[in-house]
């Protein structure tokens, strides 16, 4: 099925339904990627699973309406009407970096919505807040106002910038192209890239609760990924009371796509009961 559009009361929703299995894998790209950068792994694991592809308001095509102000309990909010309107119950829940700080709240406070989570380059809530502060250069971006305009102003640069740097050092050219053509032509016609309010949004946020996180949890990291060089998915390990981590080498920010294949081995293996 070719991505639609869900009209919601706040945003207007791009969302991809594949698949007819059993059970409902949910994959939420990572902003600035798009469900096109996820089309190869969502064919393989449309074979097992009915597979979700949604991307938040804010990005990709996604955007936010009638005033909505961006924030991470918005974000939840949107994704329980997405999973609503689609019947989607008990699923696996894969998100990555800010966005797996939404799907963790989602999970928290909708058990019944969500069975298990995998959560790609993110480690706490306080050390992805340092994280930001690192990536913002004399802190523009997290200035109200000021922050939306610059990112408004640069977003096509800080997309070439992300992608160069989230990819693993001595990545060939054809392949960087890969991953930023389909944004840069997202952002020349108009999409959203609310990354400022998305760094202000997290600096508001209330702290999650890891120990009310009861889902099987597993944690993806790519050691390449020279963006999270002082991030460490270790201190979200210890904090969760049920998660494993699978380490990748030479694997940049995106371990779900660079190593689409042992993603999808490690993951049926790990929800149980898939068909390879």
Same mark, same amino acid.
């Given at each position: 099925?070719?991505?639609? *559009?869900?009209?919601?009361?706040?945003?207007?929703?791009?969302?991809? /339904?594949? @698949?007819?299995?059993?059970?409902?894998?949910?994959?939420?790209?990572?902003?600035?990627? %798009?469900?096109?950068?996820?089309?190869?792994?969502?064919?393989?694991?449309?074979?097992? *699973?009915?597979?979700?592809? *949604?991307?938040?308001?804010?990005?990709?095509?996604?955007?936010?309406?009638? $005033?909505?102000?961006?924030?991470?309990?918005?974000?939840?909010?949107?994704?329980?009407?997405?999973?609503?309107? %689609?019947?989607?119950?008990? /699923?696996?829940?894969?998100?990555?970096?800010? @966005?797996?700080?939404?799907?963790?709240?989602?999970?928290?406070?909708? #058990?019944?919505?969500?069975?298990?989570? /995998?959560?790609?380059?993110?480690?706490?809530?306080?050390?992805?807040?340092?994280?930001?502060? @690192?990536?913002?250069?004399?802190?523009?971006?997290?200035? #109200?106002?000021?922050?939306?305009?610059?990112?408004?102003?640069?977003?096509?640069?800080?997309?070439?910038?992300?992608?160069?740097?989230? %990819?693993?050092?001595?990545?060939?050219?054809?392949?960087?192209?890969?991953?930023?053509?389909?944004?840069?032509?997202?952002?020349?016609?108009?999409? #959203?890239?609310?990354?400022?309010?998305?760094?202000?949004?997290?600096?508001?946020?209330?702290?999650?609760?890891?120990?009310?996180?009861?889902?099987?949890?597993?944690?993806?990291?790519?050691?390449?990924?020279?963006?999270?060089?002082?991030?460490?998915?270790?201190?979200?390990?210890?904090?969760? #009371?049920?998660?494993?981590?699978?380490?990748?080498? $030479?694997?940049?920010?995106?371990?779900?796509?660079?190593?689409? @294949?042992?993603?999808?081995?490690?993951?049926?293996?790990?929800? $149980?009961?898939?068909?390879?």
């Amino acid at each position: 099925m070719e991505p639609f *559009f869900m009209e919601l009361p706040r945003a207007r929703v791009r969302v991809q /339904v594949t @698949g007819d299995g059993a059970r409902t894998l949910v994959i939420i790209p990572d902003p600035p990627n %798009l469900i096109e950068h996820h089309r190869e792994v969502i064919e393989q694991l449309a074979r097992g *699973f009915r597979v979700i592809c *949604f991307e938040l308001p804010g990005f990709g095509r996604s955007e936010l309406r009638n $005033g909505a102000r961006f924030s991470l309990e918005l974000q939840v909010e949107i994704m329980t009407e997405v999973l609503e309107r %689609l019947s989607a119950r008990q /699923v696996v829940l894969e998100m990555s970096c800010l @966005g797996a700080l939404a799907g963790m709240r989602l999970a928290r406070l909708r #058990p019944d919505l969500v069975e298990r989570l /995998v959560l790609a380059q993110v480690s706490t809530q306080e050390q992805m807040r340092t994280w930001a502060r @690192g990536t913002d250069i004399c802190g523009l971006i997290h200035t #109200p106002r000021v922050g939306q305009a610059l990112v408004s102003l640069c977003r096509r640069f800080i997309a070439r910038h992300w992608y160069t740097a989230a %990819l693993p050092e001595g990545t060939d050219a054809r392949t960087r192209q890969r991953y930023l053509q389909p944004t840069l032509q997202s952002l020349r016609e108009g999409g #959203p890239f609310e990354l400022a309010s998305a760094y202000q949004a997290l600096r508001r946020s209330e702290t999650l609760e890891y120990g009310a996180i009861q889902q099987p949890t597993l944690l993806l990291w790519g050691r390449a990924d020279r963006t999270h060089e002082d991030t460490s998915p270790r201190a979200l390990l210890h904090a969760l #009371p049920h998660a494993e981590l699978m380490e990748f080498e $030479g694997c940049g920010h995106f371990p779900t796509l660079e190593k689409a @294949g042992a993603y999808v081995e490690r993951l049926r293996t790990w929800a $149980g009961g898939l068909p390879g």
